[in-house]
């Protein structure tokens, strides 16, 4: 048990990286029917062994990502302000990451502010409303994995690290959501294909009981809260026939986009999906299906695909991943040695 504990550590940081690197030379392009054969290309040309390419470069992604896990390792409580401090750090040793066009703003405010009130810069944002981006979506992975036994902390712990740079409701409880999804895979027997009518079940109860809370005068109508709504979504286009013009339509009501909204149902989508064969995704393999097939969606790949690879490296563990594939990613060995260190930093607590 605890090697495959350890073996889902590793896998669902590593897809959170694959998804990041393999998905970013697609970064906001619109894809069309051809963009699939370029990128089941792609995918084939880079599973040759012989294949000897340069490595694809993680982005502000796998760079937040990192920090989060870094925060969990080092601290025996876990320290929010010390996790400010990463970002800031990380972000001016390497500003040219591809981060959010705003959340700069934030690290400058949170340097000159000397770390006073690590909520406040980004409370600050769009005229204070908060920015709604992925980008505490895109990092949450190491959150899920380290409190995948204590979901009332992992949901705090969701919020309070999303809120040091995202403070609208949606980008908050967006990055809620994928840790919900990336724990619920996590607990999931890896043998066994997922039940996707199940999984969306429980991650609607659990995603309902995060959001009513923000919308205390509503009758208790889960139709009427933003993300129970996407889920129900979810849960229709899995059971239509995939084709491409279901795939426009998912696109168009899930969205494929930068926000929280329009980007974390459709990676939760593309891994349910997935579990069996899609037209025109040739591969065996349920790992580089699912990171394969969120690069198809276009839009917001590289974080579409790294939250996709986030939970499917949950599900299936380190195993289920191809090596060959892997070995194109920056930096790979750094991120296995940290989702070791986050395994056995845990076990220290528990
Ligand atoms: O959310 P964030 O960290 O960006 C992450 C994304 C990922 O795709 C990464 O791969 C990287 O490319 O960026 O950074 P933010 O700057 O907070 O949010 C991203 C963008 O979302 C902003 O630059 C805005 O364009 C948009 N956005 C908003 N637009 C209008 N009003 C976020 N919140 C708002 C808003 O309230
Ligand atoms: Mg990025
Ligand atoms: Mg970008
Ligand atoms: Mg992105």
């Given at each position: 048990?605890?090697?495959?504990?350890?073996?889902?550590?590793?896998?669902?940081?590593?897809?959170?990286?694959?998804?990041?690197?393999?998905?970013?030379?697609?970064?906001?392009?619109?894809?069309?029917?051809?963009?699939?054969?370029?990128?089941?290309?792609?995918?084939?040309?880079?599973?040759?062994?012989?294949?000897?390419?340069?490595?694809?470069?993680?982005?502000?992604?796998?760079?937040?990502?990192?920090?989060?896990?870094?925060?969990?390792?080092?601290?025996?409580?876990?320290?929010?302000?010390?996790?400010?401090?990463?970002?800031?750090?990380?972000?001016?040793?390497?500003?040219?990451?591809?981060?959010?066009?705003?959340?700069?703003?934030?690290?400058?405010?949170?340097?000159?502010?000397?770390?006073?009130?690590?909520?406040?810069?980004?409370?600050?944002?769009?005229?204070?409303?908060?920015?709604?981006?992925?980008?505490?979506?895109?990092?949450?992975?190491?959150?899920?994995?380290?409190?995948?036994?204590?979901?009332?902390?992992?949901?705090?712990?969701?919020?309070?690290?999303?809120?040091?740079?995202?403070?609208?409701?949606?980008?908050?409880?967006?990055?809620?959501?994928?840790?919900?999804?990336?724990?619920?895979?996590?607990?999931?027997?890896?043998?066994?294909?997922?039940?996707?009518?199940?999984?969306?079940?429980?991650?609607?109860?659990?995603?309902?009981?995060?959001?009513?809370?923000?919308?205390?005068?509503?009758?208790?109508?889960?139709?009427?809260?933003?993300?129970?709504?996407?889920?129900?979504?979810?849960?229709?286009?899995?059971?239509?026939?995939?084709?491409?013009?279901?795939?426009?339509?998912?696109?168009?009501?899930?969205?494929?986009?930068?926000?929280?909204?329009?980007s974390?149902?459709i990676a939760?989508?593309?891994?349910?999906?997935?579990?069996?064969?899609?037209?025109?995704?040739?591969?065996?393999?349920?790992?580089?299906?699912?990171?394969?097939?969120a690069?198809?969606m276009?839009?917001d790949t590289?974080t579409i695909a790294?939250m996709a690879?986030?939970?499917?490296?949950?599900?299936?563990?380190?195993?289920?991943?191809?090596?060959?594939?892997?070995?194109?990613?920056?930096?790979?060995?750094?991120?296995?040695?940290?989702?070791?260190?986050?395994?056995?930093?845990?076990?220290?607590?528990?």
């Amino acid at each position: 048990v605890s090697n495959q504990i350890q073996s889902k550590f590793r896998g669902s940081l590593l897809g959170s990286l694959m998804g990041d690197c393999l998905g970013a030379p697609f970064e906001g392009e619109l894809v069309s029917s051809g963009d699939k054969i370029i990128i089941q290309r792609y995918f084939d040309k880079m599973e040759k062994p012989e294949y000897e390419g340069p490595f694809k470069k993680y982005t502000d992604d796998t760079a937040m990502m990192k920090s989060v896990a870094k925060f969990l390792v080092t601290t025996p409580e876990p320290d929010l302000n010390y996790l400010a401090k990463l970002f800031v750090n990380e972000y001016y040793n390497e500003p040219k990451r591809g981060y959010g066009q705003s959340v700069a703003t934030v690290f400058e405010k949170l340097k000159h502010s000397k770390y006073t009130d690590i909520f406040r810069p980004a409370s600050e944002q769009f005229d204070g409303r908060g920015s709604y981006g992925n980008g505490g979506a895109m990092r949450i992975a190491p959150i899920s994995l380290y409190f995948h036994n204590d979901l009332e902390n992992m949901i705090k712990l969701a919020r309070d690290s999303t809120r040091i740079t995202h403070g609208h409701m949606l980008g908050i409880n967006g990055a809620i959501l994928q840790a919900l999804a990336i724990r619920q895979a996590f607990l999931l027997d890896p043998t066994e294909t997922v039940k996707a009518d199940e999984f969306c079940n429980t991650l609607l109860k659990q995603i309902h009981e995060v959001e009513k809370s923000y919308f205390e005068d509503l009758e208790d109508n889960s139709e009427d809260l933003p993300y129970c709504a996407k889920i129900k979504q979810i849960k229709y286009f899995l059971n239509q026939e995939f084709t491409d013009d279901l795939q426009e339509e998912i696109i168009e009501n899930l969205g494929h986009g930068i926000s929280a909204y329009d980007s974390v149902p459709i990676a939760i989508f593309c891994f349910l999906k997935a579990q069996n064969p899609i037209p025109r995704i040739e591969t065996n393999n349920v790992f580089r299906r699912t990171i394969q097939f969120a690069i198809t969606m276009g839009g917001d790949t590289d974080t579409i695909a790294c939250m996709a690879g986030a939970i499917v490296g949950a599900h299936l563990g380190e195993e289920a991943i191809n090596k060959t594939l892997l070995k194109h990613c920056e930096k790979y060995d750094d991120i296995i040695a940290l989702a070791h260190k986050l395994y056995e930093n845990r076990q220290l607590q528990i």
